[in-house]
């Protein structure tokens, strides 16, 4: 990475749990101590950051993933030349729990290949509005290996197969393809722990939720782009957030835009 401007991108996504987004690439600017209220999962893209918390020195290399807890005090500044470019999902201190400050004082810094593609993935995410129900779904996976982590007598997840519960969540999607349903509410229906529906329904149908109700958001589409609809008026009538949102998944599923594929109709 080569030094430069630096650059701060911050947003508020509509997901529970998340109290902040922040993308940032700094050249030298140093944090000083202060404490956050919230839990900070944080990867760097380029470069490394050198950081105190509690006052035990620590580093984040490319391939680790950093979880600060909250109201531990902490600092930060570029530890390579350039600086470097990092990605942080703020959480609300509840989600991981109090239980669980300590061991991540002790072990902030987690080297998991599988748990950073699953933070990166949650981030990629959570930049695309219309998609908060994958963002619910991916949060609630990277917080589920966090947790191994910091719980290392608990074990692996348990393998189980769930149908019951799967053909309900299903039911609950179909019927919902247009006002969409958040994993939070689907797990408060249907009495069952967030991680349990994603990992039920997953395994019942080879398919994670979100990507099932995107799927039937996109055949709703096809429908109404054969029936003459314009895309930009087929994008809210299938369950999309706008029209970009439509094409980006329309794109992926079809393998051309909505328009094309309303334009080749015969």
Known sequence: MTAGQDLVTAWRPGVP???EVFHARFTEYAYPMHVHDAWTLLIVDDGAVRYDLARHRHGTPHDTVSLLPPHVPHNGSPATPGGFRKRVVYLDAGRLGEELIGPA???????DPVLRVRVAGLHSALARPGDELEAESRLTLVAERLR??????AGAPRRFRDPVLARRLRELLDARVVAGVSLEEAARSLHAHPAHLVRAFSGAYGIAPHQYLMSLRVGRARRLLLDGVPPGEVAPA???YDQAHLTRHFRKLVGTTPGRYRNSAR
């Open 148 to 153: 191994l982590h910091l719980r290392p007598r």
């Open 105 to 111: 004082v002790d072990s902030p810094d987690l080297r």
């Open 17 to 19: 749990g998340v109290t």
């Open 238 to 240: 299938a369950g999309f």
